[in-house]
């Protein structure tokens, strides 16, 4: 647990201080150093098929990783908390078309839909993190509202309701935070899979666009330089297991802390 | 019986026309003009029009629905802009080779994950369970296309043990033997998170079962602890891992994308791979709809499966 925090850090710094610890352009092109392995005067962690650093490329893509990993999963954790709050507080037929619709969208494959978004929208960082939002959405919404049905039957809520507090008020100060732990749990681990999910993505050229540094578009890249130059490839691929495997760890931490009856679930984007 | 096959059969209607809603709906998320961006920027106003007729996208909405799911369900999914050929054809064809991916990966995922999973909860708090635990960590956190590019680079580039391309070799025999043998390193990628799924469930699962009172009776009456997890604890134990395979099929068909990819396995996935780079659209809703129906149809199944091998769910639809 100590190891993943100091790990997940480091990783984290690392992005953060890109501009600051990367000495050379992640985008700049030197043909005569193609290729150039690791130890090489000047580039630590070698360079790429276009003679670009390896390890300016590797941070840098760890900020755009990060934030796509990132910013979908709160996105979705908002809007599914929201969902699940309303499906699961008011119950009734709004209750059926809410679930009725998760019900269909976790009939896709979570990369399938993610895939026939994108496709349709076209390539970019941007679709790829709105369709990573869409597909991770009913996941939050469902284990929201199972809270939800368990809580509204509460003698706390009860309590607020007789005392005449509001619907959104019930909702907001007395049944939100009683679910929060468990979204911050589920959160923590679906980032790992999210970070690796959108890896994906630009690993099948529908995420990040070049020459913008990200891991997964980075591990393509380096794909078709696998026999001659394995680090191009690697680093990248390193890069997303250890940040993935960090916030694993972390999950089971935080889950332990937080709600330790819990015993973790099956998520939407472990497709990659 | 009947009537719960019946009902659960009736229930998956609704989410396979949900399933058709959206995937028809992903077509309208188009920006712009649909037809033009279908036809690629070099294309002439005829080509343009011709598009926008023959896929109606100048009638209204609902009408080019119900058009499209008459003709999904009659087994007509469009044609291909890039191939020019009927989609459906082409999906069913390449469908069969990521099924063959699919079974081999699950083949790999039930005798790899199944038995660590056994060997740790009976072992527990053992080397052997740690590290079970630690394979369960590493296989949810690797991604499998990076998993693969390792094994091509271990396995096939510098031991020569597997071919890293293709599913039959270009030269040489090209039978059964040949095919697991190109099967091999895909499979064994793919199978890299269900593997760890399953070991993980069945650890959990069976460590509960082994504390139930009639473990403890079977004990009490001296039989032997292999015959006491085998024939006592292990049927019950393995209950939730069906529900798994089921979810895990999921995996299977979507994670199958991006081993095609890495492998050039000439599957459905490789074929929305190519699609997506050719914004083939027809071609990947047809084949988005079809992995999406079939998913549907395999929970459907392990779902029967499960009322079958637990009786205190049978015939509550």
Known sequence: MLAACALLSAVVSAAALAPLIASVDPIRVDPRLRLAPLGTAGHVLG?????????????????????????????SAFVGTGVGLIAGYYGGALDHVLTRTLDVLFAFPAILLALAIVSALGPSIYNAMLAITIVAIPSFARLVRSLVLGLRQRAFVEAARSLGAGTRRILIRHVLPNTASQVIVYGTFETGKTIVFAAALSFLGLGAQPPTPEWGAMLSEGRTVLGTAWHVATIPGLAIFLTSLSLNVLGDGVRDVLDPRQTGGASRTDAA | MLSFVVGRVLATVPVLLGVSVVVFLTMKLIPGDAAQVLAGPQATREQVELIRESLGLNRPLYVQYTTWLGNAVRGNLGRS??????????????????????IGSAVFAITIGVPIGILSATRRASLLDRASVVFALFGNSMPSFWLGLVLILVLS????????????????????????????????????????????VTRSSLLETLHEDYIRTARAKGIAETRVVVRHALGNALLPVVTLVGIQAGYLLGGSILVETVFSWPGLGLQLYDAIGARDLPLVQGGVLLVAGLFVCINLAVDMLYSQLDPRIRYTA
């Open chain 2, 81 to 102: 802009i890039e191939l020019e050929a009927p989609v459906s054809s082409m999906v069913l064809d390449r469908l069969k080779n990521t099924l063959v991916l699919a």
């Open chain 2, 157 to 200: 580039l510098h031991l020569r043990l597997f071919p890293s391309q293709g599913m039959y070799s270009l030269r040489g025999p090209t039978g059964f033997g040949d095919l697991m043998w190109h099967l091999t390193l895909p499979a064994l990628t793919l199978s890299g998170v269900p593997a760890a799924a399953l070991a993980r």
């Open chain 1, 47 to 75: 360079t790429d098929q276009l003679g670009r650093d390896m390890l300016s490329r590797t941070l840098w893509g760890g900020r755009v990783s990060l934030v796509v990993g990132i910013v979908p999963v709160a996105c």
